[in-house]
């Protein structure tokens, strides 16, 4: 009798601890949940706000404050592979009016295909920007997306035979005073100075890099930043968002 008493709350025992178990795994799928819902997705800490301020490439000539908008939706299919041709082809269609020649600002919108996109004025926290982190952050779609991107270099003085030097993921396109600089095709992942223009100028006073970004699947991020003829970093240069438009 002894013997079948034990065994029973030995049974009783493993019951309970498994029910224990449950409502525990619940409860923490649960929460969970909470801290991974849209509510409390943010663009921090990859981004903050651009500021009116004057602002200097990084250590490295890294530019880091950019206008972006938010993706416009270009699905891919599976089996479509980036070439020239096909990088040429999407990112010069246009898909918005003045694609080529606005100067955006901060909050102003544009209209693709039915669906309002907004820029946002932003500085990256690191050297890259990070757009698949713009995206998820501000609840936006992710995959198989269009980015576009512009910023105002102003140059101290003309700046004859300096070369832009981009790395990206996925493919991209990037101009320079509304002529094209640089053009990365592939399915790529981001690495600095992946792909290097051939010589270029920068003017005296403003100059508009304007660039787009096509993403398949996984994560998307680029940067850019000027070198000169020997390879070195140019950082004497002024992003300022503020005069956009002047």
Known sequence: MNMFRNFLMLVLGVLVVFAFQVISGSSGSATLGATTSDTTRSIAPYFTPATSAAKTPDDDGFLQRWLLLEPINKPNRSNTVF?????????????????????????????????ELKWHALES??????????????????????????????SPREMKNVRMAVGSNSASQWWLNGKEAVILSGDRRMVMDD?????????????????????GPGLSDFCVRFIDENGEPIKNLALSLDKAGN
């Open 83 to 115: 070439t020239d041709s096909y990088v040429r082809n999407t990112l010069n269609t246009e898909y918005f009016s003045n694609q080529f020649t606005v100067i955006p600002h901060d909050g102003d919108k544009v209209t693709v295909a039915g669906q």
């Open 125 to 154: 926290t690191d050297f890259n920007i990070k757009l698949f982190r713009f995206a998820y952050g501000l609840n936006k779609q992710t995959y198989g997306v269009l980015f576009w991107v512009v910023t105002l270099v102003n």
């Open 195 to 215: 792909c290097v223009s051939k010589r270029l100028t920068l003017n005296k006073g403003r100059n508009v890099i304007r660039g787009a970004v096509i993403n």
